[in-house]
């Protein structure tokens, strides 16, 4: 079993949907949470960090259920600007990221 | 400011042969992390460094792989005897400290091996 796993899509919505990825990690042990955003053959950048309580970043908001080990993100108004493939991503131990292989989104006109 | 830099871009080479990728981290990110990312697949931790030490080395897929750091800055990846399997982006990133949460990478070397 991947250490972290996600839908690989791809999610075809239009623009202005609202679309929902999930997450699940496999080590309780986690201690850090983020998503990162990948486009084509470009290297990955920070999107946000996921706090326990939840948080919001604009049109983005990231949920942490611990209990379930499962992270998720929304997107809502879904722009042209918003395909990519996004990365959810686990630091445990000191350093270590562990990198989910990314759920493709695609927003079409 | 000047971003993580790697080179070179792309690297063609043949089945045993070996490559070297250089990493030029942000000025004064004292951490440095190798990634590489197969076709198809998540990125894959290879080796982190704290300075000049790698602490963490549990990532290189064989004895094959070696990484270096000289003066706190510049890193290379060395691949010796390279073999197809090895064909991938290689990333590296680089982060203020070794607890920062946010690692900022460079645009990768695309290593492809015949």
């Known amino acids: 079993r991947k250490e972290v796993e996600q839908d690989p899509g791809p999610f075809n919505v239009p623009e202005g949907a609202t679309v929902a990825f999930n997450c699940t990690y496999s080590?309780?042990?986690?201690?850090?949470f983020f998503w990162y955003r990948q486009d084509c053959r470009k290297e990955p950048k920070l999107l946000m960090s996921v706090y326990s309580s939840g948080n919001e970043d604009g049109r983005f908001t990231a949920q942490l259920n611990r209990a379930s080990q499962y992270i998720s993100l929304l997107i809502r108004d879904s722009k042209l600007s918003d395909s990519a493939t996004y990365l959810c991503?686990?630091?445990?131990?000191?350093?270590?990221?562990?990198f989910g292989t990314g759920t493709r989104l695609l927003v079409s006109p | 400011g000047a971003g993580v830099s790697q080179s070179p871009s792309n690297k063609v080479t043949e089945k045993g042969k070996d490559v070297e990728l250089r990493c030029d981290p942000i000025?004064?990110?004292?951490?440095l992390y190798w990634y590489r990312q197969s076709l198809g697949q998540g990125l894959e931790f290879l080796i982190y460094f704290q300075g000049n030490s790698a602490p963490d080395k549990s990532g290189l897929p064989s004895d094959r792989f070696s990484a270096e750091r000289t003066g706190g800055s510049v890193s290379t990846l060395t691949i010796q005897r390279t073999q197809q399997e090895d064909s991938a982006v290689y990333l590296c990133?680089?982060?203020?400290?070794?607890?920062?949460?946010?690692?900022?990478f460079g645009p990768g070397t695309r290593l492809t091996v015949l």
């Open positions: 080590n309780s042990a986690s201690q850090s």
């Open positions: 990133a680089s982060s203020f400290t070794s607890r920062d949460n946010e690692q900022f």
């Open positions: 991503v686990v630091r445990t131990g000191f350093q270590k990221l562990v």
């Open positions: 000025s004064g990110h004292t951490a």
